[in-house]
Protein backbone atom coordinates (compact mmCIF):
# COMPACT_ATOMS: atom_id res chain seq x y z
CA UNK A 1 0.00 0.00 0.00
CA UNK A 2 1.28 3.65 -1.01
CA UNK A 3 0.20 6.74 0.43
CA UNK A 4 -0.27 9.42 -1.69
CA UNK A 5 0.25 12.97 -0.08
CA UNK A 6 -0.70 15.77 -2.81
CA UNK A 7 1.76 18.84 -1.85
CA UNK A 8 1.92 22.21 -3.65
CA UNK A 9 5.29 23.53 -3.85
CA UNK A 10 4.38 26.77 -4.67
CA UNK A 11 2.76 27.28 -1.46
CA UNK A 12 5.52 25.64 0.55
CA UNK A 13 8.11 27.66 -1.04
CA UNK A 14 6.16 30.95 -0.30
CA UNK A 15 5.95 30.02 3.37
CA UNK A 16 9.29 28.92 3.66
CA UNK A 17 10.59 32.74 2.16
CA UNK A 18 8.33 34.29 4.48
CA UNK A 19 9.51 32.16 7.72
CA UNK A 20 12.93 33.50 6.46
CA UNK A 21 11.64 37.00 6.74
CA UNK A 22 10.08 36.61 9.87
CA UNK A 23 13.43 35.23 11.53
CA UNK A 24 15.09 38.60 10.04
CA UNK A 25 12.80 40.54 11.82
CA UNK A 26 13.21 38.77 15.10
CA UNK A 27 17.32 39.45 14.23
CA UNK A 28 16.88 42.47 13.76
CA UNK A 29 14.92 42.93 16.90
CA UNK A 30 17.10 41.14 19.27
CA UNK A 31 20.12 42.48 17.84
CA UNK A 32 18.87 45.90 18.71
CA UNK A 33 18.04 45.32 21.96
CA UNK A 34 21.60 44.08 22.60
CA UNK A 35 23.31 47.05 21.15
CA UNK A 36 20.79 49.35 23.22
CA UNK A 37 18.72 50.61 20.64
CA UNK A 38 15.53 49.52 22.37
CA UNK A 39 17.30 50.32 25.89
CA UNK A 40 20.11 49.73 27.54
CA UNK A 41 23.39 49.02 25.87
CA UNK A 42 27.07 50.05 24.39
CA UNK A 43 24.73 52.95 21.66
CA UNK A 44 22.18 53.79 24.23
CA UNK A 45 24.94 55.86 26.11
CA UNK A 46 25.00 59.76 24.71
CA UNK A 47 26.87 62.75 25.95
CA UNK A 48 26.29 66.49 24.41
CA UNK A 49 28.56 69.06 25.45
CA UNK A 50 27.72 73.00 25.11
CA UNK A 51 29.49 75.07 22.57
CA UNK A 52 31.74 76.80 25.39
CA UNK A 53 31.98 73.49 27.22
CA UNK A 54 30.36 74.86 30.36
CA UNK A 55 27.95 71.93 30.31
CA UNK A 56 28.50 68.29 29.35
CA UNK A 57 25.06 65.91 29.83
CA UNK A 58 25.60 62.50 29.64
CA UNK A 59 22.56 60.01 29.13
CA UNK A 60 20.96 57.50 27.64
CA UNK A 61 18.81 57.72 24.44
CA UNK A 62 16.19 55.74 25.41
CA UNK A 63 14.68 54.99 28.45
CA UNK A 64 11.11 53.20 30.23
CA UNK A 65 8.26 54.86 31.64
CA UNK A 66 8.48 54.61 35.32
CA UNK A 67 11.62 53.29 35.33
CA UNK A 68 14.72 54.35 37.29
CA UNK A 69 16.78 55.94 35.36
CA UNK A 70 19.37 58.86 35.60
CA UNK A 71 21.90 61.27 34.02
CA UNK A 72 25.11 62.93 34.62
CA UNK A 73 25.24 66.91 34.26
CA UNK A 74 29.30 67.57 34.13
CA UNK A 75 30.86 70.99 34.56
CA UNK A 76 34.14 72.05 34.27
CA UNK A 77 35.86 74.35 37.04
CA UNK A 78 35.19 77.93 34.74
CA UNK A 79 31.44 77.29 35.24
CA UNK A 80 31.62 77.97 39.05
CA UNK A 81 30.61 81.78 39.98
CA UNK A 82 30.90 82.68 43.49
CA UNK A 83 31.41 79.24 44.69
CA UNK A 84 28.29 78.39 42.92
CA UNK A 85 27.57 76.50 39.53
CA UNK A 86 23.68 77.78 38.62
CA UNK A 87 22.12 75.65 36.07
CA UNK A 88 19.10 76.09 34.04
CA UNK A 89 16.97 73.20 33.15
CA UNK A 90 14.13 73.84 30.85
CA UNK A 91 11.94 72.00 27.92
CA UNK A 92 9.14 69.36 28.11
CA UNK A 93 11.63 67.14 29.62
CA UNK A 94 11.48 68.67 33.07
CA UNK A 95 7.87 68.32 32.85
CA UNK A 96 7.82 64.87 31.62
CA UNK A 97 10.20 63.74 34.16
CA UNK A 98 9.78 63.13 38.30
CA UNK A 99 13.17 63.69 39.52
CA UNK A 100 14.03 61.50 42.17
CA UNK A 101 17.25 62.77 43.80
CA UNK A 102 20.30 65.05 42.87
CA UNK A 103 23.52 64.42 43.77
CA UNK A 104 25.02 67.07 45.15
CA UNK A 105 21.66 68.58 46.36
CA UNK A 106 21.03 71.87 45.16
CA UNK A 107 21.12 74.81 47.52
CA UNK A 108 18.23 76.63 45.98
CA UNK A 109 15.82 75.65 43.39
CA UNK A 110 13.82 78.40 41.65
CA UNK A 111 10.99 77.70 38.97
CA UNK A 112 11.34 79.44 36.02
CA UNK A 113 9.00 79.60 32.61
CA UNK A 114 9.36 75.98 31.11
CA UNK A 115 11.65 74.89 33.54
CA UNK A 116 14.02 75.31 36.72
CA UNK A 117 16.98 76.76 37.66
CA UNK A 118 19.38 74.68 40.48
CA UNK A 119 22.10 76.70 42.12
CA UNK A 120 24.41 74.09 43.35
CA UNK A 121 27.52 75.36 45.99
CA UNK A 122 30.81 73.92 44.95
CA UNK A 123 32.96 73.15 47.34
CA UNK A 124 36.29 72.38 45.55
CA UNK A 125 37.88 73.64 42.84
CA UNK A 126 37.53 71.16 39.79
CA UNK A 127 35.22 69.62 37.72
CA UNK A 128 31.73 68.84 39.70
CA UNK A 129 29.33 66.11 38.45
CA UNK A 130 25.72 66.34 39.47
CA UNK A 131 23.99 63.05 39.03
CA UNK A 132 20.00 63.42 38.92
CA UNK A 133 17.95 60.34 39.18
CA UNK A 134 14.53 60.09 37.70
CA UNK A 135 11.83 58.33 36.31
CA UNK A 136 9.58 59.51 32.83
CA UNK A 137 5.94 59.75 33.40
CA UNK A 138 5.25 61.11 29.90
CA UNK A 139 5.61 58.29 26.33
CA UNK A 140 7.34 59.90 23.21
CA UNK A 141 10.34 62.12 22.97
CA UNK A 142 11.22 64.42 25.55
CA UNK A 143 13.51 67.41 24.99
CA UNK A 144 15.88 69.45 27.50
CA UNK A 145 17.92 72.33 27.14
CA UNK A 146 20.54 72.56 29.98
CA UNK A 147 22.12 75.87 30.27
CA UNK A 148 25.09 77.32 32.35
CA UNK A 149 26.05 81.00 32.45
CA UNK A 150 24.35 81.55 28.94
CA UNK A 151 26.38 78.06 27.08
CA UNK A 152 23.48 75.47 26.33
CA UNK A 153 23.18 72.51 24.75
CA UNK A 154 19.81 69.90 24.67
CA UNK A 155 19.22 66.68 24.80
CA UNK A 156 16.85 64.45 23.52
CA UNK A 157 15.04 61.30 25.18
CA UNK A 158 12.72 58.45 24.12
CA UNK A 159 10.38 56.93 26.27
CA UNK A 160 9.37 54.00 25.97
CA UNK A 161 6.79 51.66 27.69
Same mark, same amino acid.
Given at each position: ?10 ? $? $? &?????? &?????? *? =????? #?????? @????? @?????? &???? =?????? %? ?8 ? !? ?5 ? +?? !???? !? ?16 ? $?????? +? ?6 ? !?? *?????? /??? +? ?8 ? &? #??? %?????? #??? *?? =? ?5 ? $?? /???
Amino acid at each position: MTLQIGQNERF $Q $Q &REWRLE &RIGWVI *V =GVFVL #AGLVGL @LGTGP @LSWATA &RSEQ =GLATVE %YQRITHHEAD !DSLNLVF +PA !DAVE !DGTISVELSGSWIAGVDI $QSISPQ +PAEERAIP !DG *VVFDIA /VER +PGPTTVVIGF &R #AQE %YGMLEA #AVA *VR =GDTTSFT $QL /VLP
